[in-house]
């Protein structure tokens, strides 16, 4: 008897498992897009301003934006991937 219980309860417990996997909704997906469209028009502009940076202000100064932008870039992707994940896991 108490070997059925127990693989009873094993059974419901996997059973429940299984269907606890949740899916992004159609208003996550949406944000997700959003974001990943706004990361790339940001990164599209900060490129466009390192390729004109060194007839302004010198190689010097530029070479520093370039490393923040390099940093900005991945900030944002890697906020962008955490947002993600958050909404696949609610």
Same mark, same amino acid.
């Given at each position: 008897?108490?070997?059925?219980? =127990?693989?009873? $309860? $094993? !059974?419901?417990?996997? =059973?429940?498992?299984? +269907?606890? %996997?949740?899916?992004?909704?159609?208003?996550? @997906?949406?944000n997700a897009s !959003?974001? @990943?469209?706004?990361? &790339?028009?940001?990164? *599209?502009?900060?490129?466009? &301003?390192?390729?004109?940076?060194?007839? /302004? +202000? *010198?190689? =010097?100064?530029?070479?520093?934006? @370039?490393? *923040?932008? *390099?940093? %900005?870039?991945?900030?944002?992707?890697?906020?962008?991937?955490?947002?993600?994940?958050k909404n696949k /896991?609610?």
């Open positions: 008897m108490r070997k059925t219980l =127990i693989t009873f $309860m $094993m !059974t419901l417990l996997f =059973i429940a498992s299984a +269907n606890a %996997q949740a899916e992004e909704t159609k208003m996550e @997906k949406l !959003t974001e @990943k469209s706004k990361n &790339e028009v940001k990164k *599209g502009y900060r490129h466009m &301003e390192e390729k004109a940076c060194p007839m /302004v +202000n *010198g190689k =010097i100064n530029c070479a520093f934006k @370039k490393v *923040g932008h *390099g940093v %900005q870039n991945a900030a944002n992707a890697t906020s962008a991937k955490t947002k993600e994940l /896991v609610d």
